[in-house]
């Protein structure tokens, strides 16, 4: 993994990517570019650049980076939402959809976004219909490789906006996935840390396709990365 790659990150400031902008520190192989609505919290040792803007500025922001790997880990919560629909659709669906055309127009042949376990656009969930519509349209984009990662429930240090039933769930979680075997594996708890750096092995790999990347899969690319 020789070859520099630049890489153009959305969602820097959540969980995955903040965990990724840490996995990519004395990495030579990537160059990072963030951007984003407002300041982001560099990890020590990091060096790479961050393009803040307002989310109807961001197609020219990401155009500046002169991207070659599209990487979104954007995403927002019911409740940061305002329990309201058209709000959660602009973040997860407008924005992120909004954002890859805009990589793809400016040059980037691939992407590695985060979905999550259970995407169904046929789902009565709202959040996983959410998540199956996104998945459908980004495959239609027009990506020369398209890697869609569908972890479980992601633990690390996410800052304040913890749901009550999610905190329960990951304290429970080392109990609850001694309990998923089989089919059901892939509904298990995954660090964040893990999620990102197989989103950094798979930004680097350049066989075309598309490729689906459950909670086995993403574990199997995060230790090709902390094998290079």
């Not at 990091?46 to 500046?64: F, K």
């Not at 840390?193 to 199997?220: P, W, Y």
Request: proline share 4%; charged share 25%.
């Amino acid at each position: 993994m020789s070859e520099q790659v630049r890489l153009t990150l959305v969602g820097a400031t959540g969980l995955v990517g903040s965990e990724l902008m840490a996995a990519a520190v004395g990495r030579e192989s990537v160059r990072i570019n963030a951007v984003a609505r407002r300041e982001i919290a560099f990890p020590s040792g990091a060096r790479m650049e961050a393009v803040l803007a307002d989310p109807e500025e961001w197609p020219g922001a990401i155009a500046a980076t002169a991207p070659q790997v599209f990487v979104c880990a954007l995403g927002t919560t019911w409740n940061k939402s305002g329990k309201s629909e058209a709000a959660f659709r602009a973040v997860d669906q407008e924005l992120v959809l909004s954002s890859a055309r805009a990589a793809l127009e400016a040059g980037a042949t691939r992407a590695v976004v985060v979905s999550s376990v259970g995407a169904d656009r046929h789902a009565k969930s709202f959040y996983l219909r959410v998540k199956g519509e996104v998945e459908q349209e980004l495959g239609q984009i027009g990506f020369a490789r398209l890697d869609t990662l569908r972890p479980g429930l992601l633990t690390g240090p996410r800052q304040g906006d913890r749901r009550v039933m999610e905190r329960l769930g990951i304290l429970a979680s080392p109990l609850t996935n001694l309990l998923l075997h089989g089919s059901w594996r892939k509904y298990r708890s995954i660090p964040a840390a893990c999620v990102a750096e197989a989103m950094l092995q798979l930004s680097q790999t350049k066989t075309r396709g598309k490729f689906v990347h459950d909670n086995e899969s993403i574990r199997r690319e995060a230790g090709r990365f902390r094998r290079n």
